[in-house]
Protein backbone atom coordinates (compact mmCIF):
# COMPACT_ATOMS: atom_id res chain seq x y z
CA UNK A 1 0.00 0.00 0.00
CA UNK A 2 0.89 3.48 -0.58
CA UNK A 3 2.55 5.92 2.19
CA UNK A 4 -0.68 6.07 5.32
CA UNK A 5 -0.74 9.32 7.50
CA UNK A 6 -3.26 9.15 10.25
CA UNK A 7 -5.00 12.60 11.09
CA UNK A 8 -6.43 13.07 14.24
CA UNK A 9 -8.43 16.74 14.43
CA UNK A 10 -8.98 17.74 18.12
CA UNK A 11 -12.25 19.65 19.47
CA UNK A 12 -11.05 23.14 18.81
CA UNK A 13 -10.12 22.01 15.08
CA UNK A 14 -13.32 20.63 14.37
CA UNK A 15 -14.74 23.89 16.92
CA UNK A 16 -17.52 24.77 13.69
CA UNK A 17 -17.91 24.82 9.81
CA UNK A 18 -14.73 27.20 9.36
CA UNK A 19 -12.74 24.78 11.40
CA UNK A 20 -14.12 21.89 9.81
CA UNK A 21 -13.62 23.24 6.54
CA UNK A 22 -9.68 24.25 7.27
CA UNK A 23 -9.06 20.71 8.87
CA UNK A 24 -10.68 19.19 5.59
CA UNK A 25 -8.30 21.76 3.50
CA UNK A 26 -5.22 19.98 5.33
CA UNK A 27 -6.31 16.66 4.41
CA UNK A 28 -7.02 17.23 1.17
CA UNK A 29 -3.31 18.35 0.30
CA UNK A 30 -2.08 15.45 2.02
CA UNK A 31 -4.18 13.43 0.20
CA UNK A 32 -2.77 14.63 -2.69
CA UNK A 33 0.88 12.32 -1.66
CA UNK A 34 -0.15 9.94 0.29
CA UNK A 35 -3.29 8.11 1.83
CA UNK A 36 -4.97 9.80 4.89
CA UNK A 37 -7.06 8.45 7.80
CA UNK A 38 -8.96 10.80 9.34
CA UNK A 39 -9.61 10.60 12.95
CA UNK A 40 -11.63 13.07 14.63
CA UNK A 41 -13.15 14.27 18.50
CA UNK A 42 -16.26 16.17 18.93
CA UNK A 43 -16.86 19.49 18.16
CA UNK A 44 -15.23 21.35 20.92
CA UNK A 45 -17.31 21.67 24.13
CA UNK A 46 -19.94 18.83 23.16
CA UNK A 47 -18.78 15.74 25.25
CA UNK A 48 -19.01 18.30 27.97
CA UNK A 49 -22.73 19.44 27.00
CA UNK A 50 -23.82 15.88 26.47
CA UNK A 51 -22.26 14.37 29.83
CA UNK A 52 -23.88 17.25 31.78
CA UNK A 53 -27.52 16.30 30.10
CA UNK A 54 -27.01 12.76 31.06
CA UNK A 55 -26.03 13.93 34.75
CA UNK A 56 -28.89 16.20 34.43
CA UNK A 57 -31.58 13.21 33.18
CA UNK A 58 -30.27 11.33 36.15
CA UNK A 59 -31.04 13.86 38.53
CA UNK A 60 -34.20 14.71 37.13
CA UNK A 61 -33.41 18.17 36.91
CA UNK A 62 -34.22 20.50 33.79
CA UNK A 63 -35.28 18.45 30.27
CA UNK A 64 -32.11 17.10 29.37
CA UNK A 65 -33.59 17.37 25.62
CA UNK A 66 -33.14 21.33 25.42
CA UNK A 67 -29.39 20.35 25.22
CA UNK A 68 -29.82 17.80 22.84
CA UNK A 69 -31.82 20.21 20.86
CA UNK A 70 -29.47 22.68 20.87
CA UNK A 71 -26.55 20.32 19.97
CA UNK A 72 -28.92 18.81 16.82
CA UNK A 73 -29.05 22.60 15.59
CA UNK A 74 -25.37 23.03 15.79
CA UNK A 75 -24.53 20.51 13.88
CA UNK A 76 -27.40 21.16 11.31
CA UNK A 77 -25.99 25.07 11.19
CA UNK A 78 -22.55 23.75 10.63
CA UNK A 79 -24.05 21.28 7.76
CA UNK A 80 -26.10 24.03 5.88
CA UNK A 81 -22.59 26.01 5.74
CA UNK A 82 -20.45 23.03 4.87
CA UNK A 83 -22.72 21.27 2.17
CA UNK A 84 -23.84 23.07 -0.90
CA UNK A 85 -25.27 20.08 -2.54
CA UNK A 86 -29.33 19.98 -2.02
CA UNK A 87 -29.21 16.23 -2.10
CA UNK A 88 -26.01 15.45 -0.32
CA UNK A 89 -27.23 18.09 2.57
CA UNK A 90 -30.73 16.40 3.27
CA UNK A 91 -29.27 12.81 3.46
CA UNK A 92 -26.61 14.55 6.04
CA UNK A 93 -29.70 16.15 7.52
CA UNK A 94 -31.48 13.23 8.25
CA UNK A 95 -28.41 10.74 9.87
CA UNK A 96 -27.87 13.96 12.75
CA UNK A 97 -31.38 13.87 13.26
CA UNK A 98 -31.85 10.48 13.46
CA UNK A 99 -28.40 10.37 15.84
CA UNK A 100 -30.08 13.23 18.27
CA UNK A 101 -33.13 11.57 18.50
CA UNK A 102 -31.75 8.49 19.72
CA UNK A 103 -30.17 10.33 22.26
CA UNK A 104 -32.83 12.38 23.29
CA UNK A 105 -34.44 9.32 23.57
CA UNK A 106 -32.36 7.76 25.56
CA UNK A 107 -31.73 10.83 28.38
CA UNK A 108 -35.27 10.58 28.92
CA UNK A 109 -35.04 6.97 29.75
CA UNK A 110 -32.27 7.77 32.07
CA UNK A 111 -34.19 10.11 33.13
CA UNK A 112 -37.38 7.98 33.90
CA UNK A 113 -35.28 4.92 35.50
CA UNK A 114 -32.95 8.00 37.47
CA UNK A 115 -30.59 5.15 36.56
CA UNK A 116 -27.26 6.28 34.80
CA UNK A 117 -24.89 3.23 34.06
CA UNK A 118 -21.23 3.30 32.56
CA UNK A 119 -22.67 2.07 29.54
CA UNK A 120 -25.30 4.42 28.76
CA UNK A 121 -23.13 7.13 30.41
CA UNK A 122 -20.96 5.99 27.63
CA UNK A 123 -23.01 5.91 24.95
CA UNK A 124 -24.60 9.27 25.65
CA UNK A 125 -20.73 10.97 25.87
CA UNK A 126 -19.58 9.30 22.23
CA UNK A 127 -21.82 11.11 20.55
CA UNK A 128 -20.39 13.90 19.63
CA UNK A 129 -17.84 12.34 17.34
CA UNK A 130 -20.32 10.35 15.87
CA UNK A 131 -22.04 13.55 14.55
CA UNK A 132 -18.57 15.76 13.68
CA UNK A 133 -17.34 12.80 11.67
CA UNK A 134 -20.32 12.82 9.71
CA UNK A 135 -19.82 16.62 8.97
CA UNK A 136 -15.64 16.21 8.17
CA UNK A 137 -16.55 13.23 5.91
CA UNK A 138 -19.31 15.88 3.73
CA UNK A 139 -16.93 18.51 4.16
CA UNK A 140 -14.26 16.05 2.40
CA UNK A 141 -16.48 15.08 0.03
CA UNK A 142 -17.36 19.05 -0.95
CA UNK A 143 -14.01 19.40 -1.69
CA UNK A 144 -14.15 16.03 -3.98
CA UNK A 145 -12.17 13.82 -1.77
CA UNK A 146 -13.72 10.35 -1.63
CA UNK A 147 -14.60 9.93 2.08
CA UNK A 148 -16.90 7.63 4.09
CA UNK A 149 -17.46 7.98 7.38
CA UNK A 150 -16.27 5.00 9.34
CA UNK A 151 -17.74 4.01 13.24
CA UNK A 152 -14.48 3.01 15.37
CA UNK A 153 -17.25 0.66 17.25
CA UNK A 154 -16.67 -1.29 14.57
CA UNK A 155 -12.68 -1.33 14.11
CA UNK A 156 -11.30 -0.25 18.05
CA UNK A 157 -12.26 -3.85 19.86
CA UNK A 158 -11.22 -2.71 23.51
CA UNK A 159 -12.13 -4.31 27.22
CA UNK A 160 -15.06 -3.84 28.77
CA UNK A 161 -13.70 -1.11 30.91
CA UNK A 162 -16.71 1.03 29.59
CA UNK A 163 -15.45 4.66 30.29
CA UNK A 164 -11.28 4.18 30.13
CA UNK A 165 -11.64 1.53 27.75
CA UNK A 166 -8.09 -0.25 26.76
CA UNK A 167 -7.80 -1.48 23.02
CA UNK A 168 -7.16 -5.16 22.76
CA UNK A 169 -4.44 -4.79 19.78
CA UNK A 170 -4.63 -8.17 17.96
CA UNK A 171 -8.14 -7.82 17.13
CA UNK A 172 -7.56 -3.83 16.58
CA UNK A 173 -5.22 -4.97 13.95
CA UNK A 174 -7.66 -7.61 12.44
CA UNK A 175 -10.55 -5.45 12.27
CA UNK A 176 -8.15 -2.75 10.58
CA UNK A 177 -7.04 -5.24 7.86
CA UNK A 178 -10.75 -5.82 7.33
CA UNK A 179 -12.40 -2.84 7.97
CA UNK A 180 -10.27 0.00 6.65
CA UNK A 181 -7.14 -1.71 4.08
CA UNK A 182 -10.11 -2.33 1.90
CA UNK A 183 -11.51 1.34 1.94
CA UNK A 184 -7.80 2.55 1.73
CA UNK A 185 -6.69 0.40 -0.99
CA UNK A 186 -9.90 1.68 -3.46
CA UNK A 187 -8.62 5.38 -2.70
CA UNK A 188 -11.09 6.03 0.23
CA UNK A 189 -10.09 8.55 3.08
CA UNK A 190 -11.90 6.82 5.83
CA UNK A 191 -13.06 9.69 8.60
CA UNK A 192 -13.17 7.49 11.63
CA UNK A 193 -14.76 8.55 15.14
CA UNK A 194 -11.95 9.54 17.43
CA UNK A 195 -12.49 8.57 21.37
CA UNK A 196 -15.24 5.50 21.14
CA UNK A 197 -14.42 1.66 21.12
CA UNK A 198 -16.47 -1.36 21.30
CA UNK A 199 -15.71 -4.78 23.26
CA UNK A 200 -15.76 -8.29 21.38
CA UNK A 201 -19.49 -8.69 21.38
CA UNK A 202 -20.08 -4.84 19.89
CA UNK A 203 -21.02 -2.79 23.46
CA UNK A 204 -19.94 0.74 23.11
CA UNK A 205 -17.17 2.05 25.22
CA UNK A 206 -15.23 4.93 25.03
CA UNK A 207 -11.18 4.97 25.99
CA UNK A 208 -11.30 8.05 28.64
CA UNK A 209 -11.67 11.91 28.23
CA UNK A 210 -9.28 13.57 25.83
CA UNK A 211 -9.15 9.39 23.92
CA UNK A 212 -9.38 10.31 20.67
CA UNK A 213 -5.50 11.19 20.91
CA UNK A 214 -5.25 7.34 21.99
CA UNK A 215 -7.71 6.24 18.59
CA UNK A 216 -5.50 7.92 15.99
CA UNK A 217 -2.20 6.54 17.54
CA UNK A 218 -4.08 2.56 18.21
CA UNK A 219 -5.23 3.00 14.39
CA UNK A 220 -1.81 3.95 13.40
CA UNK A 221 -0.14 1.26 14.99
CA UNK A 222 -3.11 -1.49 13.55
CA UNK A 223 -2.28 -0.39 9.94
CA UNK A 224 1.28 -0.38 10.37
CA UNK A 225 1.16 4.00 9.37
CA UNK A 226 4.02 6.11 8.06
CA UNK A 227 3.18 8.89 10.78
CA UNK A 228 0.31 10.58 12.70
CA UNK A 229 -0.25 13.99 12.87
CA UNK A 230 -2.10 14.82 16.11
CA UNK A 231 -4.09 18.51 14.85
CA UNK A 232 -5.06 20.77 17.48
CA UNK A 233 -4.46 24.30 18.65
CA UNK A 234 -1.09 25.18 19.78
CA UNK A 235 1.72 25.26 17.44
CA UNK A 236 2.55 22.00 19.26
CA UNK A 237 4.10 20.49 22.73
CA UNK A 238 5.29 23.44 24.58
CA UNK A 239 7.57 23.95 27.81
CA UNK A 240 4.45 24.47 29.77
CA UNK A 241 0.86 24.75 29.46
CA UNK A 242 0.47 28.08 27.98
CA UNK A 243 -2.82 29.05 29.89
CA UNK A 244 -0.15 29.00 32.93
CA UNK A 245 2.95 30.33 31.34
CA UNK A 246 2.44 32.48 28.46
CA UNK A 247 6.14 32.38 26.68
CA UNK A 248 6.23 29.13 27.02
CA UNK A 249 8.21 27.69 24.22
CA UNK A 250 7.83 25.37 21.27
CA UNK A 251 9.67 22.29 21.45
CA UNK A 252 10.47 20.95 17.99
CA UNK A 253 11.27 17.36 19.04
CA UNK A 254 11.22 15.40 21.78
CA UNK A 255 11.12 11.43 22.80
CA UNK A 256 8.18 9.26 23.51
CA UNK A 257 9.74 8.73 26.80
CA UNK A 258 9.71 12.59 27.09
CA UNK A 259 6.04 12.89 25.91
CA UNK A 260 4.86 10.33 27.73
CA UNK A 261 5.85 11.50 30.86
CA UNK A 262 4.53 15.27 30.05
CA UNK A 263 0.95 13.52 29.41
CA UNK A 264 1.09 11.47 32.28
CA UNK A 265 1.39 14.89 34.87
CA UNK A 266 -1.06 16.73 32.96
CA UNK A 267 0.02 18.19 29.67
CA UNK A 268 -3.38 18.17 28.38
CA UNK A 269 -2.35 18.07 24.26
CA UNK A 270 -1.88 14.34 24.55
CA UNK A 271 -4.00 11.81 26.01
CA UNK A 272 -1.65 10.04 28.90
CA UNK A 273 -1.98 7.18 26.55
CA UNK A 274 -0.90 8.18 23.26
CA UNK A 275 2.39 7.28 22.92
CA UNK A 276 1.87 3.18 24.10
CA UNK A 277 0.83 1.91 21.05
CA UNK A 278 3.33 3.57 18.42
CA UNK A 279 6.95 3.35 20.44
CA UNK A 280 7.23 -0.33 19.53
CA UNK A 281 7.19 0.38 16.06
CA UNK A 282 8.64 3.84 16.09
CA UNK A 283 6.03 5.60 14.54
CA UNK A 284 6.87 9.01 14.17
CA UNK A 285 4.00 11.28 16.04
CA UNK A 286 4.29 15.24 15.19
CA UNK A 287 1.31 17.72 17.00
CA UNK A 288 0.70 20.47 14.99
CA UNK A 289 -1.49 23.51 14.97
CA UNK A 290 -4.57 23.55 12.40
CA UNK A 291 -4.61 26.88 12.48
CA UNK A 292 -1.42 27.57 11.29
CA UNK A 293 -0.62 24.68 9.19
CA UNK A 294 2.37 26.57 8.14
CA UNK A 295 4.55 25.58 10.95
CA UNK A 296 6.21 22.57 11.42
CA UNK A 297 5.09 21.72 14.93
CA UNK A 298 6.56 18.67 17.71
CA UNK A 299 8.06 15.75 16.39
CA UNK A 300 7.86 12.64 19.13
CA UNK A 301 10.28 10.54 18.47
CA UNK A 302 12.38 7.42 19.84
CA UNK A 303 15.87 9.26 19.96
CA UNK A 304 13.87 13.09 20.65
CA UNK A 305 16.57 15.56 20.37
CA UNK A 306 19.60 13.55 21.56
CA UNK A 307 21.62 17.14 22.50
CA UNK A 308 19.49 18.57 24.81
CA UNK A 309 20.35 17.23 28.00
CA UNK A 310 18.73 18.32 31.91
CA UNK A 311 14.98 20.12 32.00
CA UNK A 312 12.60 19.91 28.88
CA UNK A 313 9.33 20.85 30.30
CA UNK A 314 7.29 21.42 33.42
CA UNK A 315 3.83 20.35 33.73
CA UNK A 316 0.97 20.31 36.41
CA UNK A 317 -1.94 18.40 37.50
CA UNK A 318 -4.63 20.25 39.41
CA UNK A 319 -7.33 18.37 41.02
CA UNK A 320 -5.51 15.56 42.53
CA UNK A 321 -5.99 14.76 46.33
CA UNK A 322 -3.15 13.43 48.70
CA UNK A 323 -3.67 11.00 50.90
CA UNK A 324 -1.44 10.07 53.87
CA UNK A 325 -0.85 7.18 55.56
CA UNK A 326 1.10 7.90 59.00
CA UNK A 327 1.81 7.89 62.58
CA UNK A 328 4.90 6.84 64.48
CA UNK A 329 3.33 3.63 65.24
CA UNK A 330 3.82 2.28 61.13
CA UNK A 331 7.92 2.18 62.00
CA UNK A 332 8.84 -0.87 61.19
CA UNK A 333 5.71 -2.35 61.19
CA UNK A 334 5.97 -5.03 58.42
CA UNK A 335 3.53 -4.87 55.40
CA UNK A 336 2.09 -1.65 55.82
CA UNK A 337 3.00 -0.16 52.05
CA UNK A 338 1.88 -3.38 50.81
CA UNK A 339 -1.53 -3.13 52.82
CA UNK A 340 -1.76 0.14 51.50
CA UNK A 341 -1.17 -0.45 47.74
CA UNK A 342 -3.67 -3.74 47.97
CA UNK A 343 -6.27 -1.46 49.36
CA UNK A 344 -5.57 1.53 47.01
CA UNK A 345 -5.78 -1.08 44.01
CA UNK A 346 -8.82 -2.94 45.13
CA UNK A 347 -11.06 0.17 44.18
CA UNK A 348 -8.64 0.70 41.26
CA UNK A 349 -7.44 4.36 41.99
CA UNK A 350 -5.92 6.02 39.64
CA UNK A 351 -2.13 6.73 41.85
CA UNK A 352 -0.48 9.34 40.38
CA UNK A 353 2.65 9.90 42.44
CA UNK A 354 4.03 8.21 46.30
CA UNK A 355 6.33 9.34 48.61
CA UNK A 356 7.78 7.94 52.01
CA UNK A 357 9.13 9.37 54.36
CA UNK A 358 12.77 8.25 55.23
CA UNK A 359 12.11 8.06 58.69
CA UNK A 360 8.90 6.22 57.66
CA UNK A 361 6.89 8.21 59.44
CA UNK A 362 4.47 8.48 56.55
CA UNK A 363 3.51 7.05 52.97
CA UNK A 364 1.54 9.56 51.53
CA UNK A 365 -0.02 9.06 47.50
CA UNK A 366 -1.79 11.30 45.15
CA UNK A 367 -4.59 10.16 43.65
CA UNK A 368 -7.14 12.19 41.12
CA UNK A 369 -9.86 13.84 43.12
CA UNK A 370 -12.79 11.85 42.21
CA UNK A 371 -11.45 8.78 43.56
CA UNK A 372 -10.41 10.11 46.78
CA UNK A 373 -13.35 9.03 48.82
CA UNK A 374 -13.33 5.78 47.80
CA UNK A 375 -9.62 5.27 48.34
CA UNK A 376 -9.57 6.84 51.68
CA UNK A 377 -12.70 4.28 52.71
CA UNK A 378 -10.92 1.56 51.26
CA UNK A 379 -7.83 2.40 53.09
CA UNK A 380 -9.53 2.63 56.50
CA UNK A 381 -10.85 -0.35 56.45
CA UNK A 382 -7.96 -2.38 55.25
CA UNK A 383 -6.30 -0.68 58.76
CA UNK A 384 -9.21 -0.96 60.52
CA UNK A 385 -7.84 -3.00 63.27
CA UNK A 386 -4.45 -1.54 63.16
CA UNK A 387 -6.22 2.12 64.33
CA UNK A 388 -7.99 0.32 66.66
CA UNK A 389 -4.48 -0.22 68.47
CA UNK A 390 -2.90 2.85 67.48
CA UNK A 391 0.15 1.09 65.33
CA UNK A 392 -1.16 3.12 62.55
CA UNK A 393 -1.95 6.64 63.95
CA UNK A 394 -3.88 8.27 60.93
CA UNK A 395 -5.45 8.11 57.63
CA UNK A 396 -5.88 11.59 56.16
CA UNK A 397 -6.92 13.18 52.87
CA UNK A 398 -5.85 16.73 51.56
CA UNK A 399 -8.00 17.89 48.34
CA UNK A 400 -6.26 21.13 47.93
CA UNK A 401 -2.75 20.06 46.70
CA UNK A 402 -1.53 19.65 43.16
CA UNK A 403 1.40 17.85 41.42
CA UNK A 404 4.43 19.50 39.35
CA UNK A 405 6.35 18.29 37.50
CA UNK A 406 9.82 18.66 36.26
CA UNK A 407 10.42 16.13 33.00
CA UNK A 408 13.99 15.81 30.78
CA UNK A 409 14.96 12.47 29.79
CA UNK A 410 18.84 13.22 30.02
CA UNK A 411 18.08 14.73 33.32
CA UNK A 412 19.79 11.82 34.48
CA UNK A 413 23.24 13.03 33.96
CA UNK A 414 22.82 16.08 34.87
CA UNK A 415 23.18 16.80 38.63
CA UNK A 416 21.24 19.38 40.65
CA UNK A 417 18.28 19.82 39.10
CA UNK A 418 16.30 18.58 41.82
CA UNK A 419 18.38 21.29 44.38
CA UNK A 420 17.77 24.12 41.81
CA UNK A 421 14.23 23.30 41.76
CA UNK A 422 13.73 23.18 45.13
CA UNK A 423 15.81 26.54 45.61
CA UNK A 424 13.70 28.07 43.08
CA UNK A 425 10.10 27.25 45.15
CA UNK A 426 12.28 28.45 48.04
CA UNK A 427 13.19 31.60 47.16
CA UNK A 428 9.31 32.37 46.07
CA UNK A 429 8.08 30.98 49.72
CA UNK A 430 6.28 28.23 48.09
CA UNK A 431 6.16 25.24 50.68
CA UNK A 432 7.03 21.65 49.31
CA UNK A 433 4.38 19.30 50.76
CA UNK A 434 6.09 15.75 49.23
CA UNK A 435 8.22 14.75 46.75
CA UNK A 436 8.78 12.36 44.54
CA UNK A 437 11.66 11.22 42.15
CA UNK A 438 10.20 8.47 39.52
CA UNK A 439 12.63 5.59 39.00
CA UNK A 440 12.59 6.63 35.02
CA UNK A 441 14.49 9.60 36.37
CA UNK A 442 12.37 11.22 33.63
CA UNK A 443 10.82 13.42 36.01
CA UNK A 444 11.10 14.81 38.87
CA UNK A 445 7.59 15.64 40.88
CA UNK A 446 6.61 17.34 44.10
CA UNK A 447 3.30 18.35 45.58
CA UNK A 448 2.29 21.79 46.68
CA UNK A 449 -0.66 23.74 47.91
CA UNK A 450 -3.49 23.68 44.55
CA UNK A 451 -3.23 27.98 45.26
CA UNK A 452 0.63 27.75 44.23
CA UNK A 453 1.05 25.21 41.30
CA UNK A 454 1.03 28.35 38.50
CA UNK A 455 3.67 30.21 41.08
CA UNK A 456 5.54 26.89 40.80
CA UNK A 457 5.39 25.90 37.57
CA UNK A 458 6.34 29.61 36.07
CA UNK A 459 9.19 29.60 38.99
CA UNK A 460 10.70 26.23 38.00
CA UNK A 461 10.38 27.33 34.05
CA UNK A 462 11.94 30.70 34.89
CA UNK A 463 15.00 28.83 36.81
CA UNK A 464 15.83 26.47 33.73
CA UNK A 465 15.59 29.34 31.28
CA UNK A 466 12.88 27.13 29.44
CA UNK A 467 11.35 30.30 27.77
CA UNK A 468 14.64 31.84 26.27
CA UNK A 469 15.56 30.62 22.67
CA UNK A 470 17.93 28.14 22.81
CA UNK A 471 19.66 26.24 19.95
CA UNK A 472 16.83 23.52 18.89
CA UNK A 473 18.10 23.03 15.57
CA UNK A 474 17.12 19.43 14.58
P1 LIG B 1 -7.64 19.02 21.41
O1 LIG B 1 -9.04 19.43 21.56
O2 LIG B 1 -7.02 19.40 20.10
O3 LIG B 1 -7.41 17.56 21.75
P2 LIG B 1 -6.67 19.78 24.02
O4 LIG B 1 -7.40 20.93 24.62
O5 LIG B 1 -7.02 18.42 24.51
O6 LIG B 1 -6.81 19.88 22.44
O7 LIG B 1 -5.09 19.98 24.16
C1 LIG B 1 -4.47 21.16 23.72
C2 LIG B 1 -4.25 22.11 24.89
O8 LIG B 1 -3.32 21.50 25.80
C3 LIG B 1 -3.60 23.41 24.54
O9 LIG B 1 -4.56 24.36 24.10
C4 LIG B 1 -2.92 23.82 25.85
O10 LIG B 1 -3.70 24.72 26.56
C5 LIG B 1 -2.86 22.53 26.66
N1 LIG B 1 -1.52 22.21 27.11
C6 LIG B 1 -1.17 21.86 28.37
N2 LIG B 1 0.13 21.65 28.49
C7 LIG B 1 0.69 21.85 27.27
C8 LIG B 1 2.02 21.77 26.75
N3 LIG B 1 3.07 21.44 27.50
N4 LIG B 1 2.19 22.05 25.43
C9 LIG B 1 1.17 22.39 24.65
N5 LIG B 1 -0.11 22.49 25.09
C10 LIG B 1 -0.36 22.21 26.38
N1 LIG C 1 -14.43 14.34 22.78
C1 LIG C 1 -13.74 13.57 23.78
C2 LIG C 1 -13.47 14.43 25.00
O1 LIG C 1 -13.80 15.60 25.00
C3 LIG C 1 -12.48 12.93 23.27
C4 LIG C 1 -11.43 13.86 22.71
O2 LIG C 1 -11.73 15.02 22.40
O3 LIG C 1 -10.29 13.43 22.54
O4 LIG C 1 -13.00 13.93 25.98
MG1 LIG D 1 -7.25 16.51 23.59
Same mark, same amino acid.
Given at each position: ??????????????????????????????????????????????????????????????????????????????????????????????????????????????????????????????????????????????????????????????? %??? *??? !????? @??? &?? #????? =?? $???????????????????????????????????????????????????????????????? %??? *??? !????? @??? &?? #????? =?? $?????????????????????????????????????????????????????????????????????????????????????????????????????????????????????????????????????????????????????????????????????????????????????????????????????????????
Amino acid at each position: MNRLQVMKFGGTSVGDAECIRRAAEIVLSAARESAVLVVVSAMGGVTNRLISAANKAVAGQDDPSSEIDSLRQQHIDAAKVLVSDKSSLDKLIVELEQITADTASLCRGISLLRELTPKTYATVSSVGERLSARLMAASLRELELNAAVVESTDVIVTD %DDY *LQA !EPLMH @EVR &ER #AAAVL =KP $LLRDGVTPVVTGFIGATADGVLTTLGRGGSDYSATTLGAALDGDEIIIWTDVDGVLTADPRLVP %DAR *LLR !EISYN @EAA &EL #AYFGA =KV $LHPKTLRPVVEAAIPVWIRNSFAPQKIGTRITTEGHPTEHGVRAITAIPNVSMITVGGSGIVGVIGVAAKTFQAVASVRANVLLISQSSSENDICLVVDSVDAAQTLKALRSAFAADLKHHDVEHITVDPNIAIVAVVGEKMRGTPGIAGRTFSALGKRGINIIAIAQGSSEYNVSFVVEAGAMGDAVRAVHEEFELQEARSEAS
